[in-house]
């Protein structure tokens, strides 16, 4: 049996267009940076003052994990160990502030409320202080609110309390 199926040969491609297949190729093969990429709130401008404020006194480690800010960098941003824990300063308030039933737990003199995310680590905000501050953290963290001591010390300095 003999196949009537023949190989044509297409046209070929444009150079402009090869090339630009090749380097998307490229693209998607070469390492990322793995730096965190997070949402920057917007706070009245009194509250952004008391983030700067916070943002030059953060610690250089927090857990053993070395600073590593998120993208775009803001002052109202922060982060250590690419994204396992990423601070952001200014924040609403959480509408789980207002539930009875919200958990909250106190390191090194800060209020914080907890937030159990589904499929990711707990998320706390500062309770009773000028501004809201979020601390997001990765898995490992799960069972663990010891990065939020090393932060309380410059939470403590920097943004009142407000009761």
């Not at 009875?100 to 937030?115: D, F, S």
Request: charge should be negative; glycine fraction near 8%; hydrophobic fraction near 40%.
């Amino acid at each position: 049996m003999t196949s009537s199926h023949r190989l044509r040969r297409l046209p070929a491609l444009p150079a402009t267009v090869a090339a630009a297949a090749v380097l998307l190729a490229a693209a998607g093969c070469s390492p990322t940076d793995a730096q965190a990429t997070v949402a920057v709130p917007s706070p009245p401008s009194e509250e952004a003052a008391l983030c700067g404020a916070l943002h030059e006194r953060l610690p250089e480690t927090v857990a053993g994990l070395d600073r590593s800010d998120p993208e775009p960098g803001s002052d109202l941003t922060a982060g250590w160990g690419d994204g396992a824990i990423v601070l952001r300063c200014g924040v609403p308030r959480p509408a789980r502030m207002s539930d009875p039933h919200a958990e909250g737990v106190e390191a090194g003199g800060v209020n914080w409320m907890l937030e159990q995310r589904e499929g990711d680590g707990p998320r706390f905000t500062s309770t009773y202080r000028k501004t809201y501050v979020e601390v997001s953290m990765d898995k490992r963290f799960a069972h663990d609110a010891s990065p939020l001591a090393a932060l309380a010390d410059a939470v403590k300095k920097t943004v009142p309390p407000s009761l």
